[in-house]
């Protein structure tokens, strides 16, 4: 039933009480007059239920429309849209902003420092066993040239610091072995280096109250001094 046989029952029902008007006595009019008004009580409720129903699922579709399905928070894991190629790839909620029914995520894809603004229907769950079912190489998105470019300068700066810290090396292993073909030489004319042969360049003297030297220096040991207190001489001002 609609709202047209609702019109077309309520047209019926006046003419018939207008004939019972005429001829209340009529038997057969007054039965398809209470016939009538059942069928448009009966319209009527139809119709409000639909009415209802309708309007029921209208704030329904607006619900799941303005309201995340998800609720998310800082620290996630997801599946977030890339703008580059409009493919999904996984990443991490950074932070959340927006308001409730217009949300902005803020995400970094995984493996990459660049950071990135998503609205609400370009975040997802990730799937059951996503980690276990997903090949690594479809995992990761392809580099921007701001990335490729950041990645590469990144690249030669560490190659230079390997190359210094060679040349560093190099050049250490070279003083090294300097020293050791003299102190070969040195000790084959048999001058003695401190230092060298397991030999400590400190000595002490054999009175254990005797200060540390330093061999080869050709000074002798420096003695204890003994501790005594400082006088003091008072005495009169002159003038």
């Not at 008004?37 to 799941?64: D, G, V």
């Not at 700066?157 to 190359?163: M, S, W």
Request: net charge positive; glycine share 6%; proline share 4%.
């Amino acid at each position: 039933m609609d709202k047209t046989d609702l019109e077309t029952y309520q047209v019926q029902l006046s003419q018939v009480e207008r004939a019972l008007s005429a001829d209340p006595t009529n038997t057969e009019l007054t039965s398809l007059r209470d016939e009538l008004k059942e069928l448009i009580a009966l319209s009527q409720a139809a119709i409000a239920q639909a009415e209802a129903a309708s309007s029921s699922k209208l704030e329904s579709r607006k619900s799941a429309t303005s309201t995340p399905s998800h609720v998310w928070s800082a620290g996630d894991e997801c599946l977030a849209k890339y703008s580059g190629d409009g493919q999904w790839y996984p990443a991490r909620i950074t932070s959340i902003g927006g308001a409730v029914e217009n949300r902005v995520y803020s995400i970094v894809f995984k493996g990459y420092n660049t950071t990135e603004l998503v609205k609400s229907n370009e975040v997802k769950p990730l799937p059951p066993n996503y980690a276990n079912t997903t090949a690594p190489s479809s995992n990761k998105r392809k580099l921007s040239k701001v990335e490729e470019e950041e990645k590469e300068r990144k690249k030669k700066k560490n190659e230079k610091k390997l190359e210094v810290k060679a040349q560093k090396a190099k050049e250490q292993m070279v003083k090294q072995a300097t020293w050791q073909k003299f102190a070969k030489k040195s000790e084959k004319k048999g001058v003695h280096i401190a230092g060298v042969s397991g030999t400590s360049i400190f000595k002490t003297p054999d009175n254990p109250l005797g200060k540390v030297g330093v061999t080869g220096s050709g000074k002798g040991m420096t003695e204890v001094a003994g501790k005594s207190k400082h006088k003091f001489e008072i005495r009169e001002d002159e003038s």
